[in-house]
C-alpha cells in the first residue's frame, strides 16, 4: 500500500463501473482505487489496478455518467474522464488527471455528501454541507436549481425519475419532497412519525444517514442515524408503510429487485422485504459504510482495508484490497 493512504483505511462509498467490469471506491483520505472485477479470486485479494489522490479530504460519493467518473468530497464536486483513467491504467503512467469542477453561483466549494444522476437530461444532483441541494447541467457545470429548506447540512440526495421529484435528507431528521418542475416544496417526511412498536422516534436524536428509491418510483426507504432504525415510505401518499431497528448505524440502503439491501455500522448486511420482515444476514469482520451492486452481485467495504463481493446468494466471492 501507498505510504501517502493511511493505514487505517475507511471506504465511504464505491460503485461499479457502468459496464460491470470495475469496482471503484473513495476513501477517507481522498483517494479514488479501481480494480478489475475479472480478477477477483476466492483465495486471494485483489489489488488496485490504478489510484489517485481526487480530494483534499474525504471521499464521501461516487458515480458514473456519460464515460465520467463524478466524485463529490470535502470540499468540491469533481467530474474525471474515466477513458483516459482507463488509459492510464493500461499504461502503467503516473498520470496526473484533469478533472472539471463544479462551483456554485457564490464561487464557494462546500463538503458534498451525496449525488444521484437523471441520466435522461444529463443532471446531477447534489446534496451539501451547507444545508442546501443543487441541479447541475453536466455538460456545463452550471447550476440550474436550488433546493433550500433544510435547517441542518444534508447528508444524501435522490432523483426519482417516475415522478420527476427530487429528495433530500438531512442531519435535521427530514427528507424533503421537491417537484422538479416547479421547484416546489411537495411533502416534508419527518423521522419523529416512524413507530417501533410503542415507541416513538426521538427526532432530537436521530438524522437521516442514508436512503433510496425503488425502481417504481413509489416507495422511499429512510436510514436514520442515532436512533438506528429504517423507515419504509409510500411516496405517493405519503405515509409510513413499515419501520424497522438494527443495532447500530444505518450507513447505506439499496432497492435490489423485490428486496431491500441495508449496512451499518453493526458490521452486519441485512436482507428485508418492503415489510421489514427480515429475510437473511450476512456477518463481516468491519463496521460498514457502503455498499454497491450490478444486476445482483454485491459489495460491501468500510472500516478495513477489504471490499467483499457477494453472490445473489449471500456467499462470499473474494475480495478487493489496497
Not at 446531477?124 to 433550500?148: F, M, P, Q, R, V
Not at 422538479?180 to 413507530?195: A, E, Q, V, W, Y
Amino acid at each position: 500500500m501507498d505510504s501517502k493512504i493511511s493505514n487505517t483505511n475507511i471506504y465511504l462509498c464505491s460503485s461499479f463501473s457502468p459496464d460491470g467490469k470495475h469496482m471503484v471506491a473513495g476513501n477517507h483520505a481522498g483517494w479514488i482505487f479501481v480494480w478489475d472485477v475479472a480478477s477477483i479470486d476466492d483465495n486471494k485479494p485483489v489489488q488496485p489496478s490504478y489510484r489517485w489522490k481526487a480530494h483534499e479530504y474525504s471521499v464521501y460519493c461516487i458515480k458514473f455518467v456519460n464515460n465520467k467518473l463524478i466524485s463529490g468530497g470535502d470540499p468540491g464536486l469533481k467530474m474525471w474522464d474515466w477513458p483516459t483513467i482507463l488509459q492510464a491504467k493500461e499504461n502503467g503512467e503516473d498520470t496526473k488527471l484533469v478533472f472539471d469542477e463544479f462551483i456554485t453561483d457564490q464561487n464557494t466549494l462546500y463538503e458534498t455528501n451525496g449525488i444521484d444522476i437523471d441520466y435522461v437530461n444529463s443532471q446531477l444532483y447534489s446534496a451539501c454541507g451547507n444545508k442546501l441541494g443543487y441541479c447541475w447541467d453536466i455538460e456545463t457545470g452550471a447550476t440550474i436549481k436550488t433546493y433550500e429548506g433544510h435547517h441542518e447540512f444534508l447528508t444524501c440526495i435522490k432523483y426519482n425519475r417516475n415522478y420527476n421529484r427530487v429528495i433530500t435528507g438531512s442531519e435535521d431528521s427530514t427528507a424533503k419532497i421537491w417537484d422538479n418542475r416547479t421547484n416546489d416544496l411537495l411533502f416534508t417526511l419527518d423521522c419523529s412519525k416512524g413507530i417501533i412498536g410503542n415507541e416513538k422516534i426521538n427526532r432530537k436524536k436521530s438524522w437521516i444517514s442514508c436512503m433510496d428509491c425503488d425502481a417504481s418510483g413509489n416507495w422511499l426507504i429512510c436510514g436514520s442515524g442515532g436512533t438506528s432504525v429504517y423507515t419504509v415510505w409510500d411516496i405517493c401518499s405519503p405515509r409510513v408503510v413499515s419501520c424497522f431497528p438494527v443495532k447500530q448505524g444505518p450507513e447505506d440502503v439499496k432497492f435490489i429487485n423485490d428486496k431491500i439491501l441495508t449496512v451499518g455500522l453493526d458490521s452486519i448486511t441485512y436482507t428485508w422485504n418492503f415489510s421489514g420482515e427480515p429475510l437473511g444476514r450476512t456477518v463481516n469482520d468491519m463496521a460498514l459504510t457502503s455498499l454497491s451492486s450490478y444486476n445482483e452481485v454485491y459489495t460491501v467495504c468500510g472500516y478495513s482495508n477489504e471490499i467483499i463481493l457477494y453472490s445473489p446468494y449471500n456467499i462470499k466471492m473474494g475480495s478487493f484490497t489496497i
